[in-house]
């Protein structure tokens, strides 16, 4: 009453078989049937096109994988050539404006010390002096592009010193530092150039000191101070500081300054970049 496998020799194909039997009813009798299934040769076949459809899928993959890597290689070499291209002409770029930092310093300081000598010789001679100090600051750094908070902040009160020499109580700079991003990083002159502007271009009388205030805020530094403009302002001088700053952010990161002027105040935010690893 249970169906039975067995192997066999065909005598009609003469190959091997598999035969089935299994118990059928058939019009009240018990019958048997049996069902012969051929092993043919081509189950080896389908097993041999399957491994070479595997293998030929392999090969493929591996090598558009290597065609991949090789291309990627390439442009990634073409990449890293460009980026160096574009690094040098902007180093050259930076260079050039650092270039134009020594006598655009040293023509403004000396348009100050004219104005002493008409008025008072005696403070002009101060201010030669401090002067000459200052300059050979700005010639140990001329080739800095970026300095440390604390050393812009050193420099920029020598070099406030030689604007109390000229403007007395009529100018005034006061600081608020976190101690802990002394050591944070932000273009070299920066701040001297941003406390120059503010004289250069601001109206400074007895009425009418100037009011320079300098402090972090997160990890930014800020330069605020009353803004009174000059009537005979040189604005293209302005820019040409402000575009040299820029110019070296653009250069290091993609953060760059922000300035505004609203409610009487010259507000310039810049961000300061890592200490040197």
């Known amino acids: 009453g249970q169906s039975v496998t067995v192997h066999a020799i065909s005598d009609y194909l003469n190959i091997d078989e598999e035969r089935i039997y299994y118990p059928i009813q058939l019009g009240g009798h018990r019958w048997v049937a049996g069902i012969g299934i051929p092993r043919l040769v081509i189950e080896q076949e ?21 065609l991949l890597v090789l291309a990627q290689r390439r442009w ?10 574009e690094r040098e002409s902007a180093q ?22 004219y104005a002493l000598i008409r008025c008072n010789p005696d403070q002009a ?15 140990e750094r001329r080739k800095q592009i970026l300095s440390t908070l604390a050393e812009e902040i050193d420099f920029t009160w020598q070099y ?3 604007q109390k020499i000229r403007f007395d109580d009529r100018i005034e700079l006061t600081s608020a530092i976190d101690p802990a991003l002394r050591n944070w990083r932000i273009p070299s002159m920066s701040l001297q150039t941003l ?26 530094f800020l ?3 009353n803004y009174t403009p000059r009537s005979d302002g040189d604005k293209e001088s302005l820019g040409m500081g402000l575009e040299r700053i820029r110019s070296v952010y653009r250069f290091y990161t993609e953060e760059n300054i922000s300035i505004s002027v609203g409610d009487g105040t010259f507000r310039c935010r810049l961000p300061l970049l890592p200490p040197e690893k």
């Open 195 to 220: 406390v120059e502007n503010a004289v250069k271009h601001n109206s400074i009388t007895g009425g009418n000191p100037l009011h320079i205030r300098i402090r972090t805020e997160g990890e930014s």
């Open 92 to 113: 050259l770029h930076l260079q050039q404006l650092l270039e134009q930092i020594d006598p655009h310093f040293l023509f403004n300081s000396l348009n100050s010390l």
């Open 125 to 139: 001679r101060e201010f030669t002096l401090t002067l000459s100090r200052v300059y050979r600051r700005v010639l």
């Open 46 to 66: 389908i097993d041999d096109f399957h491994f070479y459809t595997v293998f030929a899928a392999v090969i493929s993959v591996l090598f558009f994988a290597v």
């Open 223 to 225: 330069i605020e101070n």
């Open 160 to 162: 406030y010193t030689l």
């Open 76 to 85: 990634r070499r073409e990449y890293d050539l460009r980026r160096h291209s």
